[in-house]
């Protein structure tokens, strides 16, 4: 696990996507790390776009090389984001330079959770913010 205590850069292989916005990312001496993405949040289990947000995240990282900056580093969620949460390192992740995250809320799979992102990811029409209370009504994309 990477020490919560400062903040971090790593690069390695993503092993498993866990759902559409947590990877498990390998480093080269082999460690493993689970990271939840910062910034954006996309549908939990039990609501609509959870597998198809599940999906396109692992088409997009599984297998492939990222780098991740933990929160505190220099992400759009420093100061408004912890960098752990819930045993997970909390993290902008990139994939040949392009933010994962951001890829994500483009297509409409997640949204841009403007409490800990300042509006990073919606801002200037590339994605769509996250609606109030949208964890209780199932609304983080739109259908």
């Not at 092993?15 to 001496?29: E, L, P, Q």
């Not at 990271?35 to 997009?60: F, K, Q, S, T």
């Not at 969620?77 to 390192?89: H, I, L, Q, Y």
Request: hydrophobic share 30%.
């Amino acid at each position: 696990m990477i020490a919560s205590s400062n903040a971090a850069e790593f690069s390695g292989l993503v092993k498993t996507v866990i759902d559409g916005d947590d990877i498990v990312v390998c480093v080269d001496s082999g460690s493993c790390t689970d990271i939840r993405l910062c910034g954006i949040d996309a549908p939990e289990r039990e609501c609509p776009g959870y597998r198809e947000a599940g999906a396109a995240l692992r088409d997009l990282v599984e297998g492939k090389r990222v780098r991740c900056v933990q929160v505190g580093g220099g992400t759009p969620c420093d100061g408004r984001s912890k960098p752990t949460n819930r045993e997970r390192v909390v993290a902008q992740c990139f994939i040949d330079g392009t933010d994962v995250a951001g890829r994500l809320v483009e297509r409409g799979l997640a949204c841009d959770w403007e409490r800990f992102s300042g509006r990073y990811y919606s801002r200037g029409g590339k994605g769509r913010a996250c609606p109030p209370d949208h964890r209780r009504t199932c609304t983080a994309i739109s259908r």
